[in-house]
């Protein structure tokens, strides 16, 4: 491996760009669909801990960047941080492309791969799960769902 990888996972979702935005800067939104609490709001210099009560994990978030209705730059997991990067394209008829990439991964070249392929994965499930939610109004509980106890190997 000559580069660390980097992933992206993208979804159009059939909502106005400042509609999808706040799905993810705004936790009230965003704990419908991805985490089950956060201690605030995606804004510039903010510093916030989103927990998945189901798992009895957390990380901290910290945003470097925000262009309301556009984009947000963040880092997270404070052991092995990576950057991530929502863009949020605007498309014809209040259509929104969701664009999330993230970077930084590091280990071995066999951590780093393992660790961006189960980015990509959680990504595009937290992906479909806002689209559910914005365009149908429907709770997917996709993200609890994904490792239920009783199904270890």
């Known amino acids: ?3 660390p990888p980097a992933v992206t996972a993208q979804m159009l ?3 106005p760009a400042a509609e999808v935005f706040q799905a993810f800067a705004d936790p009230a939104v965003t704990t419908k669909f991805w985490f089950t609490e956060s201690s605030g709001r995606l804004e510039p ?3 916030v801990t989103w927990t998945w009560g189901m798992y009895g994990v957390s990380t901290v978030v910290t945003v470097k960047e925000v262009e309301e209705n556009s984009r947000i730059l963040a880092e997270w997991d404070s052991e092995s941080p990576t ?8 498309g014809e008829g209040d259509t929104t492309l969701v664009r999330v990439t993230e970077t930084g991964f590091t280990g071995t070249a066999d951590e780093a791969v393992a660790k961006a392929i189960d980015s990509m994965g959680g990504f595009t499930m937290v992906l479909c799960a806002c689209k559910a ?3 149908q109004g429907v709770l997917l509980n996709a993200v609890g769902d994904a490792h239920p106890t009783g199904f270890e190997d």
């Open 13 to 15: 979702i059939r909502k």
């Open 83 to 90: 950057q991530l990067e929502w863009r949020f394209l605007p």
């Open 1 to 3: 491996m000559t580069q």
């Open 133 to 135: 939610l914005l365009e």
């Open 45 to 47: 210099g903010a510093t």
